[in-house]
């Protein structure tokens, strides 16, 4: 899950570097490095652990040489602690020429490492990435040929890997090799740039190509060739990015995720853009490869994980119930080992912010190879798993940097709407009329979350008077459920308290236990105007837990007085349909662990422990 950029041409290659590793430093922040081979033809490297500014501070004090050539590096650590020495570029060979940076792991690392302890190499980290920097800097010993040692190395390595590699005997090349973990190229003008995707170089170019499985590329000033693993020449189609770089800054914002949340409006508005005419019609013209076989579907399985499962299990109710067509939603990892039931009648959902979380692509493979149809609803252009899908529905959130997934998941959710009332329309499972009401509807949710988002400071107040809380327990139904659990998620990893996030109806089955004198529990309560009165029996629900003590919190629509009579403070949805109103009623739980974390003195964009894209398994 590291970060991973690299540079030819001639611009200062230390600020490119560092300015792509700023912002892909979402991906892994415990330690940074960079290479450059400078004027003189020296490869220089300076690495520290920590974030990237103590890099930076350290170059600052004491510059690296002009160089126009060069590879940098935000560490995830997986094999050796987030140290000086783990961190990348490693070096390779007894000359230490070779300097080479690795996202991923190397299966058989510990095999190779064996093979060269015994050939008398040294060590100097314990990473698992060191062995393919002297690997190939001993092929190049023997050969003089980077490009086939590059090769002959990156065949023999098993697992998840996207390498870049630079030699000083061989100063205008970069080299890079991917296997099931992200690499895009930025071709510009006299220059070109690699990076694990395209916030690495989107301030410089916008025009991108993504690099395919088990292709290796070799990076000049003026040229760009693509190979696969066995030297074969390989031409992949350029694309270009559609968001400015302006759009992954903070912009004034207090953090990333503070922008993220207030972009909401925007961003469900972006993704409901030329899909959904003002009549409420949806029009989904990238499902048109699978238009035959929607109305034949047997089942939808949607594999995710964290957020973005939530995100789906959202979308299960909205299909089953519009669609008619059953939906069990999975969790990626768990997915292909208990040997699911597949048949080309099945559409797999791939739901992903990143589109390289390594479980869901191994799901989708997985499921492609069984024989199923694979749509993916992803964010990010050029991504793996939108590459290996039959089909793609694109939000349009923008760049997401906070850790913790915001924006992408109200988009994720308005894009299961618009499959669902899509699937409607194509198995004709409910009258148009009445998918076009539903339709009208969506298109009003994004002044309605402007609304929701005028209550931030009330929000802010009541998260600080949770400063000391030692756990938060969520409660939701229907709808409402799937949101208790993103509200505990996001509780968790931001302010790093426990919290659980409970179907409301099985509270009086088990979680009631643990309900004492001043336990918060924040409840998502339906609709009162839904028409199976579950708003009832949720308000039953925090009599329950009132009666035990609890000081309850409710995020309840607009006119709901019963909410209001038992809870010690309500903050109020707009009316919406109650299928939509998780994109409503997510907002506050969004900006209440954002100012907790915040209250706490956390670094609300990079909690501890975490990395936004996992791409290892
Ligand atoms: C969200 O706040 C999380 N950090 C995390 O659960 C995330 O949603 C999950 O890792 C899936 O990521 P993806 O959407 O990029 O696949």
């Known amino acids: 899950m590291c970060g991973i950029v690299g540079y030819v041409g001639p611009k200062s290659t230390v600020d490119v570097l560092l300015g792509g590793l700023k912002r892909l430093e979402y991906r892994g922040y415990d330690s940074a490095g960079v290479s450059v081979i400078d004027t003189e033809g020296k490869l220089a490297t300076r690495k520290r652990a920590g974030k990237l500014a103590i890099l930076v501070e350290d170059i600052d004090n004491q510059p690296l040489g002009e160089a126009h050539i060069g590879i940098g590096h935000t560490r995830w650590a997986t094999h050796g602690a987030p140290t000086d020495g783990n961190a990348h570029p490693h070096l390779g060979g007894d000359s230490k020429k070779l300097s080479l940076i690795h996202n991923g792991i190397i299966e058989n690392f510990a095999e190779l490492k064996s093979e060269l302890l015994e050939a008398g190499v040294s060590f100097a980290s314990e990473t698992d990435t060191e062995v393919a920097a002297h690997l190939i800097a001993r092929e190049f010993d023997k050969t003089g040929d980077l490009i086939e040692s590059f090769r002959k190395v990156v065949r023999r390595l098993h697992g998840a890997f996207t390498i870049l590699v630079m030699h000083q005997d061989v100063p205008d090349l970069v080299l890079a090799a991917r296997r099931n973990a992200p690499l895009v190229i930025g071709l510009g003008e006299g220059e070109n740039f690699l990076g694990s995707d395209v916030a690495a170089f989107v301030e410089h170019t916008k025009r991108a190509i993504a690099v395919g499985q088990d292709e290796i590329v070799i990076l000049r000033q003026n040229d760009v060739a693509i190979e696969n693993f066995d030297g074969e020449s390989v031409t992949r189609d350029e694309f270009l990015i559609d968001w400015d770089a302006s759009a992954a800054s903070k912009g004034g914002w207090s953090s990333f995720m503070a922008k993220e949340i207030a972009d909401q409006p925007q961003s469900v508005g ?158 004709n499972t409910r009258a148009l009329s009445d998918l076009q009401e539903i339709g009208k509807e969506l298109l009003k949710l994004p002044a309605q979350i402007a609304k929701v988002l005028e209550q931030g400071k009330s929000v802010a107040e009541l998260a600080k008077s949770f400063k000391d809380a030692k756990t938060v327990l969520f409660l939701g139904r229907h709808v409402g459920f799937p949101i208790a659990m993103e509200g505990a998620l996001k509780l968790k990893e931001l302010a790093y308290i426990h919290s659980e996030g409970f179907a409301a109806g099985e509270l009086k089955h088990g979680p009631i236990a643990l309900i004492e004198k001043g336990q918060p529990v924040i409840v998502v309560v339906p609709s009162p105007n839904d028409p199976d009165s579950l708003n009832a029996k949720v308000i039953s629900n925090i009599q329950e837990v009132k009666a035990r003590g609890a000081e309850v919190i409710a995020i309840a629509e607009e006119g709901d007085l019963e909410a209001a009579k038992y809870s010690a403070q309500v903050f109020y949805v707009p009316k919406a349909h109650q299928m939509l109103l998780p994109v409503l009623s997510v907002v506050p739980l969004q900006i209440f662990a954002l100012e907790l974390s915040a209250a706490k003195g956390l670094d609300v964009d990079q909690p501890r422990n975490l990395a936004k894209s996992v791409t290892v398994e």
């Not at 989904?284 to 929607?294: F, G, S």
């Not at 034949?296 to 119930?321: H, N, P, Q």
């Not at 959130?397 to 994720?412: D, I, L, M, N, Y």
């Open 270 to 427: 972006d993704t409901m853009m030329g899909r959904l005419s003002s009549d409420g019609t949806v029009h989904l013209e990238e499902l048109a490869a699978l238009t035959q076989k929607l109305p034949k579907l047997d089942r939808i399985i949607m594999v995710a994980c964290g957020t973005a499962a939530y995100a789906a299990e959202v979308g299960k109710y909205a299909i089953e119930s519009w669609a008619r067509v059953p939906v069990s939603v999975e969790l990626s990892h768990e997915f292909r080992y208990r040997d699911p039931i597949l048949t080309s009648s099945t559409l797999v959902v791939a739901v992903s912010q990143s589109g390289e979380t390594m479980d869901t692509l191994m799901a989708t493979r997985y499921a492609k190879e069984s024989g199923a149809m694979v749509l993916t609803i992803c964010n990010t252009q050029g991504a793996t798993l939108a590459r290996e899908a039959d089909a793609v529905l694109y939000t349009h959130a923008g760049p997401e940097v906070a850790v913790a997934s915001t924006k992408a998941f109200t988009a994720q959710i308005v894009s299961m709407y618009l499959l669902a009332l899509h699937l409607a329309k194509a198995r």
